[in-house]
């Protein structure tokens, strides 16, 4: 069940990063600026937020299994009509909107009700191990889709992209069965009046919305630069495709930083495991601060590792102290409400950073502004550490 999730959970976080690299042939085609490319991104991140509690409802109600064949479909949909686009409102409406919730409906609120009912005490290795799908996908999306979209162009690779998902995810509908029922044993399950949690009690909470705001500015924090990095190197004289290999072999160390930031949560707990990628990714924010020409090489692979290595690693923590505090059978539906914070937190980080960089002409307010996100990121997460 767990490895089930993990591939198609790959695929789907491969298809929506690879952006970054058309982001740049969008540019080249249609003359576009960077604010108005990266608004098709921006919107796809408000529009997961915001339509996260449907999906975590949907899965609450009807199950993994039709939810992932629900979001296979539109993903193939979304892919279809990207290739043919020729209008910004196309790709913001294709991109933004329908194939965003396509991914959403292949992601963290539909495996993760399933797979904390599996998993109690090592839960946040579970949840690690799934979420670090995402950053292997990240890592795959880069270098492979910069040589297929220079081999044939940006409207074939989205119709190679259609296909590959039409073959690999529609066949998983057969593969989720009914997620068991929760076990009553797991006493985060219940209020302290002994009900079962639901979106109403759990937003009347102090830590429902200290999570909120801990998904929303660890968003901030990470979007107003990850969206941004191949354009920021290539600006300052770097090759696209080398640009691409390294942030693509850099991504590669998010899988075991994701899967030992999660595990170590099951240990020394979620707040200091949080607080630890919080340190490493201002440090890999700092490394990009640092560059100014293209031969700095060592500069941009420390940026890349140490930016690669925390990217998504506070999610499992996050993702498994809302499990912890709020687990039951409505915790699809409370994780989809807290995760709207971090689809506004997204889309206010990847538009903001193309409309400073269209302002000022560079990146470097966008990534001070990363580094104060991650701090207020940190301080809302400590003080959920007396909640358990």
Same mark, same amino acid.
């Given at each position: ?5 993990f ?9 929506? &990063? ?27 991140? $408000?529009? *997961? ?20 064949l ?17 209008? $910004? ?20 609120? #539909? ?6 009912r ?10 690690s ?11 795959? @999306? ?6 297929? #979209? ?11 992209? *259609?296909?590959? !998902?039409?073959?690999?995810m !529609?066949?998983f509908? +057969? ?17 302290? @009046? ?30 107003? $630069? ?7 190197? !290539? ?7 080398? /640009?691409?290999?390294?942030?693509g072999?850099?991504?590669l160390?998010?899988?075991?930083? /994701? ?10 707990g ?28 060592l500069?941009?692979?420390? &940026?890349?590792? +140490? ?15 809302? *499990?912890?505090? +709020? ?12 995760? #709207? ?15 400073? &960089? ?29 909640r358990?």
């Amino acid at each position: 069940m767990l490895g089930g999730a993990f591939l198609i959970f790959t695929l789907g976080a491969s298809i929506m &990063h690879a952006y970054t690299v058309f982001l740049l042939a969008l540019i080249a085609e249609f003359g576009w600026s960077r604010a108005q490319a990266s608004l098709a991104y921006s919107i796809g991140q $408000l529009v *997961a937020g915001l339509t996260s509690p449907l999906v975590g409802g949907l899965t609450d109600r009807l199950g993994p299994r039709r939810v992932v064949l629900l979001g296979s479909a539109l993903l193939v949909v979304g892919l279809i009509g990207s290739a043919m686009a020729e209008q $910004l409102w196309q790709v913001i409406g294709l991109y933004g909107v329908v194939m965003t919730l396509g991914a959403n409906c292949l992601g963290l609120l #539909v495996f993760v009700p399933l797979l904390s009912r599996l998993f109690v005490r090592r839960r946040g290795m579970a949840v690690s191990i799934l979420q670090s799908a995402n950053a292997f996908g990240r890592a795959l @999306s880069a270098p492979s889709s910069q040589l297929v #979209v220079d081999g044939v162009g940006w409207r074939a690779a989205y119709g190679l992209q *259609a296909g590959l !998902v039409a073959a690999v995810m !529609v066949p998983f509908f +057969f593969f989720f069965r009914v997620p068991p029922a929760p076990s009553a044993s797991d006493g985060a399950m219940k209020t302290a @009046s002994g009900r079962p949690w639901t979106l109403r009690t759990a937003m009347r909470t102090q830590a429902f919305w200290l999570l909120f705001l801990v998904y929303m500015f660890t968003s901030i924090g990470t979007f107003l $630069l990850s969206l941004h990095q191949i354009a920021f190197a !290539v600006d300052i004289g770097f090759d696209p495709l080398y /640009v691409a290999a390294v942030l693509g072999a850099s991504s590669l160390l998010a899988l075991p930083g /994701v899967i030992i930031t999660g595990t170590l949560s099951d240990y020394i707990g979620r707040e200091w495991s949080a607080i630890l990628a919080y340190g490493i990714s201002i440090l890999g924010v700092i490394f990009a601060l640092l560059l100014h020409s293209p031969d700095q090489h060592l500069m941009l692979w420390l &940026h890349g590792i +140490f930016f690669g290595v925390t990217w998504g690693a506070r999610g499992p923590a996050i993702t498994a102290k809302t *499990a912890d505090l +709020f687990g039951g059978p409505s915790l699809g539906t409370i994780l989809g409400v807290i995760t #709207v914070g971090s689809g506004i937190g997204a889309g206010l980080g990847s538009w903001g950073a193309g409309f400073i &960089h269209d302002l000022t002409g560079s990146y470097r307010i966008a990534f001070w502004l990363s580094i104060a996100a991650y701090g207020c990121g940190t301080i809302a997460f400590w003080l959920l550490r007396s909640r358990r």
